[in-house]
């Protein structure tokens, strides 16, 4: 890794540390815009912008202050009486800093100016810190997954920048997951710093739900979760690298566009990629519990906070509200100082009636002592005959005779009778039903029974049975 200031001047943020810093930063800001905004950048394009949007600031920049930090003295050359000179003074500060970079066209011997390219990543890093924008979350599982997906359907020669999409977007979606979580802890330390309740909404929906339940907390709980693409996802790396075959293809791939690498160095580069997304798939379950934790933290917290703010309130009003309550009963018919204070304020007793005058508290029922429970002895010769009794009861109806003359009688002097035709006109009729299914295979029996071969039943008599058919014994079937 190289040295920091082997890149950038040693005095590139000496500006930001001046005593015009403030000034200078506004002006880093306005260089930024016309970088964007022109494609060649000409000083007196940059001093029209300068002074078209940093007038005021232009006039409290003093010459003295442009001296002490450039580092020499007053010459004739510099001019500060008018903004345009104002203006090419901080366009030389930021040419001696290493901000701007002169150059000279060959050609139409005109001067432009370069920003280089460290000086235009810390132009939009400042810029980011104090403009942020609203972070969407784009949703990286399913992007990832997508291109998994396809370069496994086509394994072409493009399935390479598949894998390699893949593991951009598994680097993103790790940075997201962080920024989230880091996120929803500043939303967290903030809360103590809200004093209004005002304030304290405007965050909770204005900012939190937006920026961050919203746009990415709740996007990574339902269409783009993790957990419903992380299977599919390993499932597709596990098989590539049992392939040896697909790895050498991507490994040809790299090497058409990395020469310097060896065949076993270029395996080793997919190889490591398709580890990277694995194990990050598989290491996401702490870092998503984590999440999970923290935004039911914030949201408890936020609860909690406002409900302190609405029983404290600071305001007079809510002053004179702690004092009224802590006043007794203008009804008090007891004497002390404090009630005879009282008496002479301007405060009357108000009644009124409402629905809820008309409501009377229900009294609650006194529940007395339960009574024991006293166990009944039981007569065993008396248990033993409603035993038998309720056994001579069941052989009657359902005994092997009656189950076979049952469905005879169904049968009506035929030798087949499928279960849809049978009749039945009570709930016992069910029941035998039944019991001619579990006897069916006793020797016994009059009948045999054949099963369909879809194992279907039918609806009769809305009664729902198999579908079956009884055959007499000694018919064919």
Avoid at 233 to 251: D, F, G, K
Wanted: proline share 4%.
């Amino acid at each position: 890794m190289q040295n920091l200031f082997d890149v950038v001047s040693p005095n590139l943020f000496s500006i930001l540390a001046a005593p015009n810093r403030v000034i200078y930063f506004r002006a880093l800001m306005v260089l930024r815009r016309c970088y964007q905004r022109e494609l060649t950048i000409h000083r007196s394009a940059l001093v029209t912008y300068l002074v078209s949007e940093m007038e005021r600031d232009l006039y409290d920049f003093t010459d003295e202050d442009a001296l002490v930090e450039a580092g020499e003295e007053a010459s004739e050359e510099t001019d500060f009486g008018s903004l345009s000179g104002r203006a090419h003074a901080l366009i030389r500060r930021f040419i001696e800093t290493g901000w701007l970079q002169p150059s000279t066209d060959a050609v139409e011997l005109d001067e432009t100016l370069i920003v280089p390219p460290y000086a235009s990543t810390l132009l939009d890093a400042f810029q980011s810190i104090v403009d942020p924008v609203q972070q969407r979350y784009n949703g990286f599982v399913y992007s990832v997954y997508s291109n998994l997906r396809t370069a496994n359907d086509d394994r072409d020669e493009f399935m390479f920048q598949g894998l390699e999409a893949a593991y951009e977007n598994t680097i993103s979606l790790r940075e997201s997951l962080r920024s989230l979580l880091h996120n929803i802890r500043s939303y967290y330390q903030n809360l103590h710093h809200r004093q209004e309740i005002r304030e304290l909404l405007a965050e909770h929906f204005d900012s939190y739900q937006l920026s961050v339940a919203i746009a990415a907390y709740h996007p990574l709980k339902t269409f783009d979760s993790v957990y419903r693409f992380r299977p599919r996802i390993l499932e597709v790396l596990r098989n590539w690298l049992t392939m040896p075959s697909l790895l050498t293809q991507m490994a040809k791939s790299i090497r058409q566009q990395r020469s310097d690498l060896d065949e076993s160095a270029a395996r080793g580069e997919v190889v490591q990629r398709i580890t990277f997304i694995t194990d990050t798939f598989e290491s996401l379950d702490d870092l998503l519990k984590e999440i999970d934790k923290r935004h039911t933290s914030y949201n408890r917290a936020s609860v909690e906070r406002l409900q302190y703010l609405l029983n404290t309130d600071r305001d007079i009003k809510g002053k004179l509200v702690q004092l009224m309550r802590a006043l007794p009963k203008a009804q008090d018919s007891s004497t002390s100082r404090l009630l005879e204070e009282m008496r002479t304020l301007p405060v009357y007793q108000v009644k009124y009636l409402d629905p809820e005058a008309l409501y009377t508290e229900p009294k609650k029922r006194v529940r007395g002592t339960p009574q024991p429970i006293v166990r009944q002895k039981t007569d065993d010769a008396l248990f033993r005959a409603e035993a038998r009794e309720l056994m001579e009861r069941m052989n009657a109806l359902y005994s092997q005779k009656q189950i076979g003359e049952f469905i005879l009688k169904q049968m009506k002097d035929r030798e087949r009778l499928d279960s849809g035709e049978m009749t039945l006109q009570e709930f016992d009729d069910f029941l035998r039903v039944i019991v001619a299914v579990v006897k069916g295979d006793e020797p016994e029996m009059p009948y045999d029974i054949v099963w369909s071969e879809d194992r279907s039943s039918v609806t009769v008599a809305g009664y729902q049975i198999p579908l079956m058919t009884f055959v007499k014994k000694g018919a064919a079937r």
